[in-house]
């Protein structure tokens, strides 16, 4: 059983265009986040969102627009897409964002997102 | 601010030697440490997760050691194989939960 999913897992689209990734994590955990690996494969934290409520959001366009209908999903929708977009998505969980505990943090495969 | 070094970028050896990645990281207040290995073109790894109050965890031929106060990890690799060929990241987590990378090593064993 797959523990952290995305789909799609390769998305190509035209500028301008909306999209959206999905994510679920089946590991039962609170804490789900996105990251943005860039060309450079240089990855950053975007979102991070704890039993459906946004946690972090780092300065990131509000043309991205995360949404959470529970604890299990955590899906991203892009408006308008630019080129600069243009990058790997990773979607990640975690048990809770709390500093007790391991909380070992877990990665589902990516999403490449083109934009054209 | 937190910020993550990673060094080499890249590294290249020949199979069987035993090698080490450093991570060097800004601010001393992390919640634990977390190292990662990326193949080509797919997800990350969990390899090994340090917590605070840690010094070392050790994982088959992987060991990872922190010493918080000077800002540094280091993850030894014992008798490499060219299967360990990958990205490895090095990532600290802070107040709400977030991973901060580092940019990686990107590791080459050579048969």
């Known amino acids: 059983d797959t523990a952290v999913s995305q789909t799609p897992k390769y998305l190509v689209t035209q500028m301008g265009n909306d999209k959206s990734i999905k994510c679920e994590q089946n590991l039962g955990h609170d804490t789900m986040y996105w990251y943005k690996q860039d060309s450079k494969k240089f990855l950053k934290i975007m979102f991070s969102y704890n039993n459906k409520e946004l946690i972090i959001n780092e300065t990131v366009p509000n043309r991205f627009s995360p949404k959470s209908p529970d604890k299990a999903h955590l899906n991203l929708h892009i408006n308008s897409l630019e080129l600069g977009d243009s990058a790997v998505y990773f979607c990640a969980s975690s048990q809770d964002y709390g500093s007790g505990g391991a909380n070992e943090q877990f990665f589902g495969p990516g999403t490449r997102l083109t934009v054209l | 601010k937190q910020e993550v070094t990673q060094i080499p970028a890249a590294l290249s050896v020949p199979e069987g030697e035993n090698l080490v990645l450093n991570c060097s990281f800004t601010?001393?207040?992390?919640?634990?440490l977390q190292w990662f290995r990326q193949d080509p073109g797919k997800g990350l790894t969990s390899l090994l997760l340090?917590?605070?109050?840690?010094r070392e965890q050790t994982s088959g031929r992987l060991n990872a050691s922190l010493d918080k106060s000077s800002g540094r990890s280091t993850l030894y690799i014992a008798a490499s194989q060219p299967g360990d060929s990958a990205t490895y990241l090095c990532a600290v987590r802070s107040q709400g939960g977030k991973l901060i990378f580092g940019q990686g090593t990107e590791l080459s064993v050579k048969p």
């Open positions: 340090i917590q605070s109050s840690q």
């Open positions: 601010d001393s207040a992390i919640y634990n």
